[in-house]
């Protein structure tokens, strides 16, 4: 299985808004509303952000948003702080019961 | 507040096995609300699913591992573990172990980690 497309890199600045995107196919993004995000900090755990595409776990800040349209996910930041310079990565459940991550995106805070 | 420890080798010689066990704390491994899960991330790579497994011993694996992965439970030691037999180089990485919200599905989104264990293989 292929992994699911993600930008290597975004940036923004402090108070600006970012979206990640997550492109993956009708098998996997498409066919199934359980994309997760994870906030991985450098020699960190990767954190929970979002689930089941838009829904938040308790304790993440509402700064936090996820949608999707057809084969692609979203991930968008809104208020960006310098905390929120992280990796981010994105993942489905697909038709083969797996579950296959997106390469992952490093977030820049200029 | 549900705790996962990964537990194991740090050394592994090519061609032998990778084993791997996680505790879980603050939590059963039995209950039928969730499922149990282990992802890797070699240095400087991204993340990659290996596998997951539900209490009843059912298992879901990464196909690209499958010829060479077992990943079992024992609910009475609240633990899962993981065996990756013919390890090379390839297999370097840091291993997670993480509980999956399940919802019915082995593959929603894992939203309890454990700290990551760096497992090398080399002579």
């Known amino acids: 299985q292929s992994a699911l497309t993600q930008p290597a890199s975004v940036s923004g600045s402090p108070g600006q808004s970012i979206t990640i995107s997550c492109t993956g196919t009708?098998?996997?993004?498409?066919?199934?509303?359980?994309v997760a995000w994870y906030q991985q900090h450098a020699g960190k755990a990767p954190k929970l952000m979002i689930y089941?595409?838009?829904s938040r776990p308790s304790g993440v800040s509402n700064r936090f948003s996820g949608s999707k349209s057809g084969n692609t996910a979203s991930l968008t930041i809104s208020g960006l702080q310098a905390e929120d310079e992280s990796d981010y990565y994105c993942s489905s459940y697909t038709s083969s019961s797996t579950v296959i991550f997106g390469g992952g995106t490093k977030l820049t805070v200029l | 507040q549900l705790q996962l420890q990964e537990s194991g080798p740090r050394l592994v010689k090519p061609s032998e096995t990778l084993s791997l066990t996680c505790t879980v704390s603050g939590g059963s491994t039995s209950s039928t609300s969730y499922y149990w899960g282990w992802i890797r991330q070699p240095p400087g790579k991204g993340l990659e699913w290996i596998g997951t497994?539900?209490?009843?011993?059912?298992?879901f694996y990464n196909p690209s591992l499958r010829s060479r992965l077992t990943i079992s439970i024992d609910t009475s030691k609240n633990q899962f573990s993981l065996r990756l037999t013919s390890v090379t180089a390839a297999d370097t990485a840091v291993y997670y172990c993480?509980?999956?919200?399940?919802?019915?599905?082995?593959?929603?989104?894992?939203?309890?980690w454990g700290q990551g264990t760096m497992v090398t293989v080399s002579s």
């Open positions: 009708s098998s996997d993004v498409g066919g199934y509303n359980y």
């Open positions: 089941d595409v838009s």
């Open positions: 993480a509980r999956d919200l399940g919802s019915g599905i082995p593959g929603d989104a894992f939203d309890f």
């Open positions: 497994i539900y209490y009843s011993g059912s298992t």
